[in-house]
């Protein structure tokens, strides 16, 4: 995926504000945080949203929870809220997966 903006950070083309770094997933500011904490978590691996997932992505798309989880631990954040947009009509603008993790304010329910 040659346009992939996502993608283009996985792989160091593009500059990001890393937080985390592994084989299999990153973690990243938000260039536009919604929240004091806004960080990204996205697998290295191209897919779109989790629509797309097949089932040899589940041990990833695990991973990538669990990496949140303790990225905000080591963070230091108890509670958080991890959010996926699937499908342009949900507000995916990326077409890449992310789980957004947000913290630092209250959030409303059900989300807007
Ligand atoms: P979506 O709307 O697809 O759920 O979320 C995409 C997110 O990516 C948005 O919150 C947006 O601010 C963020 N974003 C878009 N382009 C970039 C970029 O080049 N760098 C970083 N760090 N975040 C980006
Ligand atoms: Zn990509």
């Not at 997933?25 to 989790?50: G, M, R, S």
């Not at 040899?56 to 990496?67: F, R, W």
Request: charged fraction near 20%; glycine fraction near 8%; charge should be positive.
């Amino acid at each position: 995926m040659n346009d992939c903006i996502f993608c283009k950070i996985a792989s160091g083309q593009m500059r990001a504000q890393i937080i985390y770094q592994d084989e299999d997933a990153v973690v990243f500011k938000d260039l536009n945080p919604q929240a004091p904490t806004h960080l990204l978590i996205i697998p290295v691996k191209h897919i779109e949203n989790i629509s797309a997932a097949e089932q040899q992505d589940a041990a990833l798309l695990g991973k990538l929870q669990l990496t949140a989880a303790k990225v905000a631990k080591e963070l230091g954040i108890k509670d958080y809220r991890l959010v996926a947009n699937n499908g342009k009509g949900a507000g995916q603008t990326v077409l890449h997966l992310h789980y957004h993790l947000m913290a630092g304010r209250r959030f409303l329910w059900p989300a807007g």
